[in-house]
């Protein structure tokens, strides 16, 4: 059971273009994060939801979007990616506010 | 501002102890926990800390001071596989999480 599924694993993307990046997940778990990880930062939140229609934005939102409609997914979208949105991105989800995090096998996101 | 302090990068032999520090400055406290991650690979839950004092999990143990805003990660009989960052993050007053930058742990033979 993986629990936590993110896709794509790796994706080559130009500047401009619209990309989605997949989270699902088969545990139910209320919280759902996005985050990103690059060298000499720590993990940066982009945004996260607590329960299905219900989103927030973290440390570093601007330029993305996400959408909960159903509990088990949470799709994260570059509108117009640029170059300073290389990294990997990481979906985690938790069963509560004070529970650890699963982390997905992340997203590794280059645009050229 | 919220803050974390842990070292860059430290180095250790295998089968020895080290001990991995974190210091924090965040606005409330409702928990420390420590995380590890290889190479290439997605954080995984260690440990978490809420009361002061010592959690000890096998080989890995943590500590929390809450009166002094310090915690470490204590790793024994060190294995090549413990080569690895390890990621402390606090929990604020609002539930948010604020890491740090993560310490690369490198072990030699």
């Known amino acids: 059971d993986a629990g936590i599924t993110q896709s794509p694993r790796y994706k080559i993307t130009e500047t401009g273009r619209q990309v989605t990046l997949m989270c699902h997940q088969t545990?139910?778990?209320?919280?759902m994060f996005w985050y990103r990880q690059d060298l000499g930062h720590g993990l940066r939140l982009i945004y996260y939801s607590a329960a299905a229609d219900i989103t927030d934005k973290g440390e570093v939102p601007d330029g993305y979007v996400v959408s909960r409609s159903k509990t088990e997914n949470f799709p994260l979208t570059l509108e117009s990616a640029t170059r300073s949105q290389t990294s990997v991105y990481f979906c985690?989800?938790?069963?509560?506010?004070?529970?650890?995090?699963?982390f997905g096998n992340g997203t590794r996101l280059t645009v050229t | 501002g919220q803050n974390i302090d842990q070292p860059t990068e430290m180095t250790a032999t295998e089968g020895a102890i080290v001990q991995i520090n974190c210091t924090y400055q965040?606005?409330?406290?409702?928990?420390l926990f420590w995380y590890q991650q290889h190479a290439g690979e997605a954080p995984t839950f260690l440990s978490y800390n809420v009361l002061d004092g010592l959690e000890e999990k096998g080989r890995f143990s943590s500590f929390l001071s809450r009166s002094k805003g310090y915690s470490y990660l204590l790793l024994k009989e060190l294995q090549m596989k413990d080569s690895a960052s390890y990621l402390c993050a606090v929990l604020d007053s609002n539930y948010q999480l604020i890491w740090g930058a993560g310490t690369k742990l490198i072990i030699k033979p």
């Open positions: 545990w139910s778990h209320s919280y």
């Open positions: 985690a989800l938790s069963g509560g506010e004070n529970s650890p995090l699963h």
């Open positions: 965040t606005s409330g406290f409702n928990g």
